[in-house]
């Protein structure tokens, strides 16, 4: 069974940094590519980074030159760094396939940023 855990979370002030951690466990790591994404109050779950199996990275355009993706298959681990953070990065952040499947979606971490 596919576990995944999202952590690193926190209430930080705009301009601030987070870097949030995804481990997943059950499957054979290298194998797939991963995407971070996030859900605001109200709204959809959106795709804001991804990986591919060999490192390659998308970005959507509202985090693009902010955010970093990138994964350790050693540790089965993806991370996102968040730089340059903004209000309307809060949300909460899961992490999934780059292809989500329903069944992988955890809890997701709280990120908050507000002054």
């Known amino acids: 069974q596919v576990q995944v855990v999202e952590s690193g979370g926190g209430l930080v002030q705009p301009g601030g940094s987070l870097r949030l951690s995804c481990a997943v466990s059950?499957?054979?790591?290298?194998?797939?590519?991963m995407g971070w994404y996030r859900q605001a109050p109200g709204k959809q779950r959106d795709v804001v980074a991804s990986?591919?199996?060999?490192?390659?990275?998308k970005y959507s355009d509202s985090v693009k030159g902010r955010f970093t993706v990138s994964r350790d298959n050693a540790k089965n681990t993806v991370y996102l760094q968040m730089n340059s953070l903004k209000p309307e990065d809060t949300a909460v952040y899961y992490c999934?396939?780059?292809?989500?499947?329903?069944?992988?979606w955890g809890q997701g971490t709280q990120v908050t940023v507000s002054s």
């Open positions: 990986i591919t199996t060999v490192g390659n990275t």
């Open positions: 999934n396939r780059d292809f989500p499947v329903q069944s992988w």
């Open positions: 059950g499957i054979t790591f290298r194998l797939h590519g």
